[in-house]
C-alpha cells in the first residue's frame, strides 16, 4: 500500500483558538459576548468550510490592465477576479469598516471590528490592504474633512449594502522614493475650476478603489513636506470615466498577487484639499495610524494562520517511526513560534482597545501621547515577528512548503510587505524617535507599562513584568544619554525600537498570564508562553552600533594587483 500525507487542515480560526478566546473573554463584556461570540463562531465556519478552500483554488489569480477597447479608446480598465468581488462583498457583510464608526459598543467598537478582520484575514487574498486604506480615510475624513466632503464621501465609506460601499486607495509612493514624501513631484494647480493634480503614483495599491487620499504640492509652495497639501481624488466621473489619469502598467510584485497595485499618470485630474493648502504629510496621521493597526492584525493573523496549519500538519506528517507532533526537537520549535504569537498579539490587540478609546476621546492624555509611539514600534515589531514566523511555518513542512500548489508559499509571499508598506522597520523606528522627542511619548509609554505591571499581582509574572520595565528603562536611559549623539542614536534606532516593543509585549503577556492563573486556577498555557518569550530575549541594546564602526564592517575589500 502506498502512503500518502495529508495536507493540513485549517480548523475552525475561532473554536480552535485559546487566546482569542481567552482575550474575549476577558475584555468584552457579557452582553456583548452573547451577541458578537455566535457570530465570530459563524464567521469561523464560513473562513473553514468555504473561503479557506477558496482561496487555496484561486491563489494564482491576478487582476488584468486593458488600456484599449476594441476601437482605440484608451480606458485603462483593471479588471479584477472574481474572488476580489466576492471578498468585498463579505468585507461590507461584516461590516470591517462600518463596526468601526457605527457600533453600540463604544470604545470596544474597534475590538469588534478587528477580531474579524482577524479572523478573515488569511483566506481573503490581502483584501485587508483596502479595507485599511478605506477605514483610515474615513478616520481623516472625520478629523480634517470639510462637512462637504464628508456629506460626500462617507455616505459611501460606510454603506452597509453589499456591491454599494466604496473602498479607498493611498497615493502616496512617486519615484522619488516612498517613505521620503516630502520630494513628492506631483504639482496641484488651482485652474479657477477647481484643483487640479499633475504627476506620476509609481505604486497605488487598490488601484480600482472609488477614490484615494494623495499628496501634491500647491503651486508656489515651498519644498519639503510642508509645502504639500493632502487631496481628495475620485477616480471617475458620474459616467464611470476615469477623469485625468491613466494607467501606466499593474506592478509585478513577489507577493499579494491579486491586490491591484499600479502605477499612474495623473494629468489633471480633479481634486480636493481636504486640510488646507499645507502641512500634507501631518494630516496624513490619522490615515497611517489606522492603517499601522491593520497592518499589525494582518500580522497577527498571518503568525497563527502558519501556526494552526503547521500544527495539524504535525499531526498527521510520520517521519522516523512517529508523528513529528511526538518529536521534541519539532515541538520545540512550534512552541517557540507560538509565544512570538502571543507577544504580537497582545500588542497588537492592546494597541486595537487604546485606538478605540481614542476614537471615542475617552483615552487620557498620557495613554494619548503613548499610543503615538505604540503605533510605529507595534508595527514594526509584530510586522518582523510575522515574517519569521512565516519562514518557520513553510520549513514546518519540508519540501511541501516550497511547493507553490500547496499553497504554502503564498504565506510567506504575502506576509513579506508587511515589513515594507505603512512604513519599513527604520523609517519606523526615526518615527518612534521623533514622537519621543516633539510629544514626550516615552515618559507616556513607560508609565503606561508601568500600570500593567502594577496590575500583574501573580507572583512569578509579576516578577518578569519587572524584569521587562526594568530593560525598558535602562533603554530609555540610553536614549537620553545619546540625545545629542545624532548617529549613535540613529545607528541604535531599530535595536531600540523593538526593545522598546518586546519588553512591553512581556509585560503584557505577564499580566495576561496573571489574568488566566487567577481565573482559571491553574499556571496555563499563557504562563508557559511568558516563559518561553522572555528566554528569547526581550534586550536588543547590549550591541549598539557606532556610525564609524558601521561604515569600518561595510567598507569593500580592496586588493591591489
Known amino acids: 500500500m502506498t502512503f500518502y500525507q495529508s495536507p493540513p487542515k485549517m480548523g475552525h480560526p475561532y473554536l480552535t483558538d485559546r487566546l482569542l478566546g481567552e482575550y474575549v473573554q476577558r475584555h468584552l463584556p457579557r452582553e456583548m459576548r452573547e451577541v458578537v461570540e455566535p457570530e465570530y463562531i459563524t464567521l469561523g465556519e464560513q473562513v473553514r468550510d468555504e473561503l479557506f478552500p477558496y482561496a487555496l483554488a484561486n491563489r494564482l489569480e491576478k487582476p488584468e490592465l486593458v488600456q484599449w477597447d476594441a476601437w482605440g479608446h484608451r480606458v485603462d480598465n483593471i479588471r479584477v477576479p472574481a474572488a476580489w468581488e466576492k471578498y468585498a462583498k463579505i468585507a461590507t457583510e461584516q461590516g470591517l469598516i462600518w463596526r468601526g464608526y457605527d457600533s453600540p459598543y463604544g470604545e470596544l467598537a474597534r475590538t469588534d471590528q478587528f477580531l474579524r478582520a482577524y479572523l478573515l484575514d488569511r483566506v481573503t487574498h490581502t483584501y485587508n490592504c483596502p479595507l485599511a486604506m478605506t477605514d483610515g480615510t474615513t478616520r481623516t475624513l472625520l478629523t480634517h474633512g470639510s462637512d462637504e466632503l464628508k456629506k460626500r464621501a462617507l455616505p459611501h465609506l460606510l454603506n452597509r449594502t453589499p456591491g454599494a460601499a466604496w473602498t479607498a486607495g493611498q497615493w502616496m509612493t512617486e519615484r522619488t522614493g516612498g517613505s521620503d514624501v516630502g520630494i513628492s513631484e506631483t504639482k496641484a494647480v488651482n485652474t479657477g475650476d477647481g484643483w487640479k493634480l499633475y504627476g506620476t503614483k509609481w505604486f497605488t495599491s487598490a488601484t480600482t478603489s472609488e477614490l484615494a487620499l494623495t499628496l501634491a504640492r500647491p503651486e508656489g509652495n515651498p519644498p519639503g513636506g510642508r509645502g504639500l497639501a493632502l487631496f481628495y481624488v475620485e477616480q471617475r466621473d458620474s459616467k464611470g470615466q476615469l477623469q485625468g489619469i491613466r494607467v501606466n502598467r499593474l506592478k509585478e510584485k513577489l507577493g499579494t498577487w491579486m491586490l491591484p497595485t499600479a502605477e499612474l499618470t495623473l494629468d489633471g485630474v480633479p481634486a480636493v484639499p481636504v486640510a488646507g493648502l499645507d502641512n500634507g504629510v501631518r494630516n496624513i496621521t490619522p490615515l497611517l495610524n489606522v492603517t499601522r493597526t491593520w497592518n499589525s492584525v494582518c500580522a497577527v493573523a498571518s503568525m ?4 494552526r496549519l503547521a500544527k495539524d500538519y504535525a499531526q498527521h506528517r510520520v517521519a522516523f517511526g512517529s508523528p513529528i507532533s511526538k518529536q521534541p526537537l519539532h515541538m520545540d520549535t512550534l512552541a517557540g513560534m507560538q509565544a512570538e504569537f502571543e507577544a504580537a498579539f497582545h500588542l497588537t490587540f492592546t494597541q486595537v482597545r487604546l485606538l478605540g478609546k481614542s476614537d471615542q476621546g475617552t483615552l487620557s492624555e498620557n495613554d494619548s501621547k503613548a499610543l503615538r509611539l505604540l503605533f510605529p514600534l507595534v508595527k514594526l515589531s509584530t510586522a518582523r515577528m510575522a515574517v519569521a514566523n512565516a519562514s518557520e511555518s513553510l520549513e514546518a513542512f519540508g519540501g511541501a512548503g516550497y511547493v507553490e500548489d500547496t499553497g504554502l508559499p503564498q504565506l510567506l509571499r504575502d506576509t513579506q510587505v508587511l515589513s515594507i508598506w505603512e512604513g519599513t522597520t527604520n523609517v519606523l523606528s526615526l518615527d518612534g ?13 513607560l508609565t503606561l507599562m508601568k500600570q500593567w505591571v502594577d496590575e500583574t499581582t501573580e507572583p512569578e509574572a509579576q516578577t518578569y513584568a519587572q524584569q521587562a520595565l526594568s ?31 518586546r519588553t512591553m509585549a512581556l509585560v503584557l503577556m505577564a499580566n495576561h498570564a496573571s489574568w488566566a492563573t487567577t481565573t482559571q486556577g491553574t499556571p496555563g498555557a499563557s504562563m508557559a508562553a511568558m516563559r518561553r518569550f522572555a528566554a528569547h530575549g526581550v534586550d536588543l541594546m547590549a550591541s549598539q552600533g557606532i556610525s564609524q564602526e558601521d561604515s569600518a564592517i561595510l567598507s569593500q575589500d580592496t586588493r591591489n594587483s
Open 433 to 445: 524617535l521623533r514622537a519621543i522627542a516633539k510629544e514626550d511619548a516615552l515618559s507616556a509609554y
Open 304 to 307: 497563527r494562520h502558519g501556526i
Open 471 to 501: 530593560v525598558a528603562k535602562t533603554a530609555a536611559g540610553w536614549l537620553q544619554a545619546h540625545a545629542t549623539d545624532r548617529g549613535s542614536l540613529e545607528a541604535g534606532a531599530r535595536r531600540f525600537a523593538l526593545t522598546m516593543s
